[in-house]
């Protein structure tokens, strides 16, 4: 009896620390679905390929797509981004429209 109750709050503090992180992952996701759909709507994109775009921006940028989708997020609600996120995030976005269709245009600036 006494292992179990010595035991308690080392499984009470790893249950803690699971709920959190599974509590930022599911932001991150929800963040990243976010910009998915904001990419979708001005880049007239499918779904599909605005993740796409995400992805390749963060694996460009050596950053988590997290974090590009809250640049995205800040980006259409006239929040300033850093000059490396619109720039590569312009390219890519110019990539995935090779019928000449400049979606890229469409950002805010």
Same mark, same amino acid.
């Given at each position: 009896m006494k292992l179990s109750? !010595? +035991?308690?709050? *080392? +499984? $009470?503090? =790893?249950? @803690?620390?699971?709920?959190? &992180? =599974?509590? &930022? !992952? =599911?932001? !991150?996701r929800g963040t990243i679905n976010m910009a998915e759909g904001a990419l979708a709507v001005l880049g007239r994109l499918p779904i599909g390929e605005a993740g796409?775009?995400? +992805?390749?921006?963060a &694996?460009?940028?050596?950053? $988590?797509a997290h974090l590009v989708?809250?640049?995205v997020l800040n980006l259409v609600q006239g929040i300033a981004v850093p000059d490396a996120v619109y720039g590569e995030l312009? @390219? *890519?976005?110019?990539?995935? @429209?090779? $019928?000449? &269709?400049d979606v890229a245009d469409r950002l805010p600036e």
């Open positions: 109750s !010595a +035991t308690g709050p *080392v +499984t $009470d503090e =790893l249950e @803690r620390s699971e709920h959190a &992180r =599974l509590r &930022r !992952a =599911l932001a !991150a796409l775009v995400l +992805t390749d921006v &694996r460009r940028l050596h950053v $988590d989708a809250e640049h312009h @390219r *890519v976005l110019k990539e995935y @429209r090779p $019928d000449g &269709r």
